[in-house]
């Protein structure tokens, strides 16, 4: 009669693990470049290009392991040095390159160069290296970032901060003229490591590092900020560390809805962020890392790490250099390859192994084919670091809430402590619908076939789970909020937070019929059913049916099956006063309380029909607290 709330015990299904394919493209032997720092980059002829921070032909004195690489490497693996830099043309570049609308790549070297602190690049598909400009430390900084190619047709990048500068964003031409965009200053950040990109909405969007710098150190936990093209800089927001994180350290990634999103180290679990920042300033904490998911940690200086890429699923994607599941060498955790959704639903996709290698510094990237390409800048048979590819497994449909609803009258409004409620959606659960089972402590479960759901943080009991609807009680817990979310969980994919409002009662009749409105699901005194073939007689009495009628005494017990007690009152009632009116007239009740065999927030009320109502199909309302139960329900009349 009551449709999911009754006790029958089912087992749950089993979650399955998300799969994913590793493949190792090509190894890095010392010879044709090592320890591989920047990101990879598809070129228009399907190869993709990149460089190492080490190794080649050309000679360094620091690093001795020689002074880097640009590569070529086919997507079958074939692996092609195109230039080994020689100090002179730049040495140690950390950033990958990006391919100009000439055809060309453009790219960067930390030091080496006329004024040893670095340069930048052109060079051809073939292999032929142009010097294009060579930072000078005293004016510039210092260990410039990788290139975007604006809508302008221009190069933009930043440098960190040297000795007399705090950082900058810089702009050079296709003809290699430079200039300085913005010079940053104590109040505007510094810093800033990670380069820019460019929104859709023309302007260039960045992070630093830090927020100042005094007497030659930098202080502060950095910013992110928005400069025109023209050189005008906003800062958009500040970082304070705590559970919003510190020391933003990837390139910024803009998504499909607009909003930009990065990675920042610290944050409420220690072990990093992913944040989400509207064009407007507005910030949010999108995930905090527990290291059981991955994680990214400073040790013995900050250095590159990948950002995040948006992937044509329009899923963020990106990688952490510690944590997760694998075992690098035995002994520590190697990292992860992980997915999120803008919802900030995190889905780790793969662990990094010990024969896959570790730490992980440029940015995924998804070729024409689907994979992921990247580097790892410690793996191979020489420990020179090495190019991989990875099949992300197909993302898993996100719950999606549309509807919560009282389960009895099926119209939406605040909800109550104990109340059975439905929820509506899609992805839900499974395709094939579970009912309701018991915990190890005879409970009615808060997790069946995978699936869990919260109300304001709080664990519900659940009764009925399927792919488009869920019917659970609301936890006593509740008790005192005013707004809270209600967020489904479905094989570790989290919903979107569906905003609802809290009240001390929301008194619904269950109907016959499941309408929510029509005959109401009642017995009659000689324990019949009642309706319109079989009604009550006049100063008979029925037994009612009911949710949201909020706390009681003894307290509620989320969860619990209601039994019948010893001693008074049988059974837990409502704290705030019930009342009951057929036909518009007051009726006298006999007994109110939780109903003995269902889970506690289905309530039982045994009421007498008064002789002086018409006969027929009769109004009929319960009210708990001053809240009525919803109208249109009726009780048939002899």
């Known amino acids: 009669m009551i449709a999911g709330v009754s006790v029958t015990v089912t087992q749950p299904a089993a979650a399955t693990p998300p799969t994913g394919g590793f493949t190792t493209l090509a190894s890095f032997n010392g010879t044709d470049g090592a320890l591989p720092f920047g990101s990879l980059v598809q070129g228009t002829d399907g190869n993709f290009y990149g460089t190492t921070s080490q190794g080649g032909l050309g000679s360094c004195s620091a690093p001795p392991a020689g002074c880097g690489t640009v590569f070529k490497l086919s997507p079958g693996g074939t692996l092609a040095t195109l230039h080994s830099f020689n100090n002179s043309d730049g040495a140690t570049p950390l950033a990958g390159l990006t ?25 051809t598909q073939g292999g032929a290296l142009t010097t294009m400009y060579s930072f000078n430390p005293q004016t510039d900084g210092g260990t410039p970032s990788g290139l975007i190619q604006a809508t302008d047709g221009n190069f933009y ?27 940053f200053n104590n109040s505007g950040g510094a810093n800033p490591m990670a380069g820019v990109i ?36 906003t800062t958009l927001y500040s970082f304070a560390s705590g559970p919003g994180g510190a020391y933003p350290f990837t390139r910024l990634t803009q998504a499909g809805d607009g909003n930009f999103y990065g990675i920042a180290f610290g944050g409420s679990g220690g072990w990093g962020t992913i944040f989400k920042i509207t064009p407007g300033g507005s910030f949010d904490v999108l995930h905090s890392f527990s290291y059981t998911d991955g994680g990214y940690a400073i040790i013995g200086g900050v250095y590159p790490h990948g950002g995040l890429v948006r992937g044509a699923d329009g899923n963020l994607y990106a990688t952490t250099t510690i944590g997760g599941a694998g075992l690098v060498y035995g002994v520590a955790a190697g990292g992860t390859i992980f997915r999120i959704t803008l919802g900030g639903a995190l889905t780790t996709v793969y662990n990094i192994r010990g024969i896959d290698g570790n730490t992980f510094h440029g940015d995924l990237i998804q070729g024409t084919v689907g994979n992921f390409y990247a580097t790892i800048s410690q793996s191979g048979a020489y420990n020179d670091g090495s190019v991989f590819s990875f099949a992300a497994p197909a993302a898993v449909a996100l719950p999606t809430i549309t509807a919560v609803v009282n389960a009895a009258s099926f119209q939406a409004g605040p909800i109550s402590p104990g109340e059975v409620i439905t929820i509506g959606g899609s992805d839900l659960g499974p395709p094939t619908a579970a009912g309701l089972t018991l915990d190890q402590t005879g409970k009615v479960s808060t997790q069946v076939a995978g699936v869990q759901v919260q109300f304001g943080g709080f664990a519900a009991p659940l009764t009925y789970v399927s792919s488009t609807q869920i019917n659970a009680v609301v936890p006593y817990e509740i008790q005192g909020l005013s707004n809270l979310s209600t967020v489904v969980t479905y094989e570790s994919q989290t919903s979107n937070a569906f905003p609802t409002t809290a009240t001390p009662t929301a008194p619904a009749l269950f109907t016959s019929n499941g309408s929510g409105t029509g005959p109401v699901a009642c017995l009659n005194q000689d324990y019949t059913y009642n309706g319109p073939v079989n009604p009550a007689p006049k100063g008979s009495y029925i037994v009612l049916y009911l949710t949201g009628e909020g706390q009681t005494a003894p307290q509620g017990v989320t969860g619990e099956v209601t039994v019948v007690s010893a001693v008074p009152p049988l059974t ?67």
């Open 572 to 638: 837990p009632q409502p704290v705030l006063p019930v009342i009951v009116l057929i036909g518009g007239q007051s009726a006298f009740v006999a007994f109110y309380g939780e109903a003995p065999g269902f889970v506690a927030g289905v309530m039982q009320v045994n009421v007498q029909i008064p002789l002086n109502v018409p006969s027929g199909n009769i109004p009929l309302s319960v009210s708990v607290g001053g809240n009525s139960s919803q109208a249109g329900v009726t009780v048939s009349v002899q």
């Open 198 to 233: 460019q929104g859709t909405d023309g302007n260039l969007y960045g992070t630093t590092l830090q927020s100042y710098m005094t007497n030659n150190e930098f202080g502060g936990y950095g910013t992110i900020f928005r400069i025109t093209l023209s050189g005008s800089l």
């Open 99 to 123: 391919q100009g609308s000439d055809g060309n790549f453009y790219g960067t070297t930390t030091v080496g160069g006329a004024a040893g602190s670095g340069t930048i690049f052109k060079i």
């Open 157 to 183: 990048g930043t440098t960190g901060g040297a000795a007399f500068v705090n950082g900058t964003v810089f702009k050079i031409t296709p003809g290699g003229v430079f200039s300085i965009l913005h010079n």
